[in-house]
C-alpha cells in the first residue's frame, strides 16, 4: 500500500505521530531526494550527509511548511539549499573556484569511472560547468523530469526563467559534447 502525501503531512502534524510520519517522510522521498543532491553534490559520502541534514531540517521545520506547495516540492528546496550550502563550504574550503571546479571535475571522473561510461562522465563535466542555476533547472528537468511550474516553485524563479535557464543549459551541454567528443 503506497503512502499518500496527505498522511504524511497528516502524521509530521501531529506530536504523537511524528516519528511515523518522519519515516514515510524518508521511505517515500529517500531516493529522489538522494539522486537529486547527488548530480549536484558528485560525491556520494557528501551526498549522504546533504541528504540527513535534509530530512533534519524538514522534520525540525515541519511546522513552517505551507500546505500551499507540494511537499515534495518543499523537500527539493530544502535539499537544494542544503547542497547549495555544502557545495559553498567546497569552495571555500579550496584556494580558489577554479580548484574547486578542478575538485568537482575529479570528483565526477572517479565516481562515473566504475560504470566506465565515458559519455557519462562527458555529460557530468558539462554540467559542472554550467552556472547555479542552469546546473539546477537542468538536472531537475532532465533527470528528476520535474515540471517547470515545480522547478519554479523550488528555486523561487518565474517560469520563463526556468524555460530559459533550461534551453540555455541543454545548448551548453550539447556544446560542450561536440567539442570534447571529437577529442576522444
Given at each position: 500500500?503506497?503512502?499518500?502525501?496527505?498522511?504524511?503531512?497528516?502524521?509530521?502534524?501531529?506530536?504523537?505521530?511524528?516519528?511515523?510520519?518522519?519515516?514515510?517522510?524518508?521511505?517515500?522521498?529517500?531516493?529522489?531526494?538522494?539522486?537529486?543532491?547527488?548530480?549536484?553534490?558528485?560525491?556520494?559520502?557528501?551526498?549522504?550527509?546533504?541528504?540527513?541534514?535534509?530530512?533534519?531540517?524538514?522534520?525540525?521545520?515541519?511546522?513552517?511548511?505551507?500546505?500551499?506547495?507540494?511537499?515534495?516540492t518543499w523537500l527539493y528546496r530544502i535539499a537544494t539549499n542544503e547542497a547549495?550550502?555544502?557545495?559553498?563550504?567546497?569552495?571555500?574550503?579550496?584556494?580558489?573556484?577554479?580548484?574547486?571546479?578542478?575538485?568537482?571535475?575529479?570528483?565526477?571522473?572517479?565516481?562515473?569511472?566504475?560504470?566506465?561510461?565515458?559519455?557519462?562522465?562527458?555529460?557530468?563535466?558539462?554540467?559542472?560547468?554550467?552556472?547555479?542555476?542552469?546546473?539546477?533547472?537542468?538536472?531537475?528537468?532532465?533527470?528528476?523530469?520535474?515540471?517547470?511550474?515545480?522547478?519554479?516553485?523550488?528555486?523561487?524563479?518565474?517560469?520563463?526563467?526556468?524555460?530559459?535557464?533550461?534551453?540555455?543549459?541543454?545548448?551548453?551541454?550539447?556544446?560542450?559534447?561536440?567539442?570534447?567528443?571529437?577529442?576522444?
Amino acid at each position: 500500500m503506497k503512502i499518500t502525501e496527505e498522511e504524511i503531512i497528516k502524521w509530521m502534524s501531529s506530536k504523537r505521530s511524528q516519528e511515523k510520519g518522519l519515516r514515510a517522510l524518508m521511505d517515500t522521498y529517500q531516493s529522489r531526494l538522494y539522486w537529486h543532491i547527488r548530480r549536484l553534490i558528485v560525491d556520494h559520502a557528501l551526498a549522504q550527509d546533504v541528504l540527513q541534514d535534509t530530512f533534519i531540517k524538514a522534520f525540525t521545520n515541519f511546522h513552517q511548511f505551507k500546505k500551499e506547495s507540494k511537499l515534495y516540492t518543499w523537500l527539493y528546496r530544502i535539499a537544494t539549499n542544503e547542497a547549495l550550502q555544502q557545495l559553498n563550504k567546497m569552495k571555500k574550503m579550496q584556494k580558489s573556484d577554479e580548484d574547486a571546479e578542478y575538485h568537482l571535475q575529479n570528483l565526477t571522473a572517479e565516481s562515473e569511472v566504475a560504470t566506465g561510461e565515458e559519455i557519462q562522465i562527458m555529460l557530468q563535466q558539462a554540467i559542472n560547468t554550467l552556472p547555479e542555476k542552469q546546473k539546477l533547472v537542468f538536472n531537475m528537468r532532465y533527470y528528476d523530469e520535474l515540471p517547470y511550474e515545480d522547478i519554479s516553485q523550488i528555486l523561487e524563479i518565474s517560469v520563463g526563467t526556468c524555460k530559459t535557464n533550461y534551453h540555455y543549459a541543454k545548448q551548453k551541454i550539447e556544446d560542450y559534447i561536440k567539442i570534447n567528443s571529437e577529442e576522444i
